[in-house]
């Protein structure tokens, strides 16, 4: 099982980033496919998930404001984020999982994302 997390970055309050995760060494299409994050200090967070139709969900605090998708032709999951805060400074990991199992799920190393004027 192969992630790897491209997109991060430096981004001023109210910008907007899109994350990618491109996967390899696994049947993509068939996996629930996650976001996390880790701010500093703090433990993973999960953000959000998609299924392999599509179907998605999202934590409270990033509804209205990230959109994942994932394009099984390429094994690539994205997540679209506007409207940063400083709070969503964190390393934002991709992950081969769901909202209950993703602590112990394959991810990759991250992508590191700051929100900062």
């Known amino acids: 099982v192969q992630l790897v997390e491209s997109g991060g970055g430096l981004v001023q309050p109210g910008g907007s980033l899109r994350l990618s995760c491109a996967a390899s060494?696994?049947?993509?299409?068939?996996?629930?496919m996650s976001w996390v994050r880790q701010a500093p200090g703090k433990g993973l967070e999960w953000l959000s998930s998609?299924?392999?139709?599509?179907?998605?969900n999202y934590i409270d605090s990033v509804r209205g404001r990230f959109t994942i998708s994932r394009d099984n032709a390429k094994d690539t999951v994205y997540l679209q984020m506007n409207g940063l805060k400083r709070e969503d400074t964190a390393v934002y990991y991709c992950v081969r999982g769901d909202r209950f199992s993703y602590p112990d799920d394959p991810r990759g190393r991250g992508t590191q994302v700051t929100v900062s004027s």
């Open positions: 998609i299924s392999p139709t599509g179907i998605t």
């Open positions: 060494g696994f049947t993509f299409n068939i996996y629930i």
